[in-house]
């Protein structure tokens, strides 16, 4: 009833740019928090950025002043703005949102990943 739709990954050289975007579609009556999160080869998933509903973010100690989270509410749609890239950063990204569907209680969707990777 809920999709996560991500775009924007691909390869770059370090201290390049990416922006990821992930837009929620469906029945949809409100969504709380919305984050990204990622996964290296040999590595556990991990949480690297989330935005609230009302505007509070969060970040990781390991992307904090080099990425962005943003929200546009009206089109159920989170940004995460990366510069600086590093090598250590290339793994799959995942979108990760908080969702309360039409008629039905809230649930927790994933998006299908997208690869980042930063190689010179």
């Known amino acids: 009833q809920v999709q996560l739709v991500e775009s924007g990954g691909g390869l770059v050289q370090p201290g390049g740019s990416l922006r990821l975007s992930c837009a929620a579609s469906g029945r949809i009556f409100s969504i709380n928090a919305m984050g990204w999160y990622r996964q290296a080869p040999g590595r556990q998933r991990e949480l690297v950025a989330v935005?609230?509903?009302?505007?509070?973010?969060t970040y990781a100690d390991s992307v904090k002043g080099r990425f962005t989270i943003s929200r546009d509410n009206a089109k159920n749609t989170v940004y995460l703005q990366m510069n600086s890239l590093k090598p250590e950063d290339t793994a799959v990204y995942y979108c990760?949102?908080?969702?309360?569907?039409?008629?039905?209680?809230?649930?927790?969707?994933w998006g299908q990943g997208t690869q980042v990777t930063v190689s010179s």
């Open positions: 990760n949102a908080d969702i309360r569907e039409r008629f039905s209680s809230w649930y927790n969707y």
């Open positions: 935005a609230t509903n009302g505007g509070s973010t």
